[in-house]
Antibody, heavy 119, light 107 residues
Framework: EVQLLESGGALVQPGGSLRLSCAASGFTFSNYAMNWIRQAPGMGLEWVSTFSGRGRSTYYADSVKGRFTVSGDNSKNTLYLQMNNLRAEDTAVYYC????????????WGQGTLVTVSS | EIVMTQSPATLSVSPGERATLSCRASQSVSSNLAWYQQKPGQAPRLLIYGASTRANGIPVRFSGSGSGTELTLTISSLQSEDFAIYYCQQYKNWPWTFGPGTKVEIK
């Protein structure tokens, strides 16, 4: 059974940093593109970052480029999101998400972890 | 960036009735489109990918159609558990983008 378990969400001040983790199980982590998708309170979904393919390419939304860094540890089956210089508009539930093989449609989501940026 | 729009924003439907949700893309996404259902306090659930392929375990009352810039999700006979928010998402071009959602509520 596929499971994605996020952790690391917290209340942080503007300009602060946070690292999110996503522990994956039930599938071969290195074979799939892994993603972070966020949802601000009462709002829609925004794709944040992708850690993609065997070559482990990375992609970022313009809204986080230069501030967030995605990485993965195949030995630990864990995805990370390092978030620096956080802004109020980064406040959201952050979901870890696995996509189908070769298709960027999310077939498994984590339960989400809440990041609140506020002074 | 491909901008996705959805209509209507809210759809009021009686149980047993048919619901038709629309998704429009600012440029062609071919069939590179997924539909998700989200209920309050839950993560989204994949319903449809490839514009028309049902995901594992999704009931046959959910169907997707269309390609290019105009795509549709149809729920043939709404059940009580189908009242939720529905999002479309394109994966033709990075950044992958979602529509703003259609809320399906009980009439």
């Amino acid at each position: 059974e596929v499971q994605l378990l996020e952790s690391g969400g917290a209340l942080v001040q503007p300009g602060g940093s946070l690292r999110l983790s996503c522990a994956a199980s039930g599938f071969t982590f290195s074979n799939y593109a892994m993603n972070w998708i966020r949802q601000a309170p009462g709002m829609g979904l925004e794709w944040v970052s992708t850690f993609s393919g065997r070559g482990r390419s990375t992609y970022y939304a313009d809204s986080v480029k230069g501030r967030f860094t995605v990485s993965g540890d195949n030995s630990k089956n864990t995805l990370y999101l390092q978030m620096n210089n956080l802004r109020a508009e980064d406040t959201a539930v952050y979901y870890c998400a696995k996509v189908l093989a070769g298709i960027a449609a999310v077939d498994y989501w984590g339960q989400g972890t809440l990041v609140t940026v506020s002074s | 960036e491909i901008v996705m729009t959805q209509s209507p924003a809210t759809l009021s439907v009686s149980p047993g009735e048919r619901a038709t949700l629309s998704c429009r893309a600012s440029q062609s996404v071919s069939s590179n489109l997924a539909w998700y259902q989200q209920k309050p306090g839950q993560a989204p659930r994949l319903l449809i990918y490839g514009a028309s392929t049902r995901a594992n375990g999704i009931p046959v009352r959910f169907s997707g159609s269309g390609s290019g810039t105009e795509l549709t999700l149809t729920i043939s006979s709404l059940q009580s558990e189908d009242f939720a928010i529905y999002y479309c998402q394109q994966y033709k071009n990075w950044p992958w983008t979602f529509g703003p959602g259609t809320k399906v509520e009980i009439k």
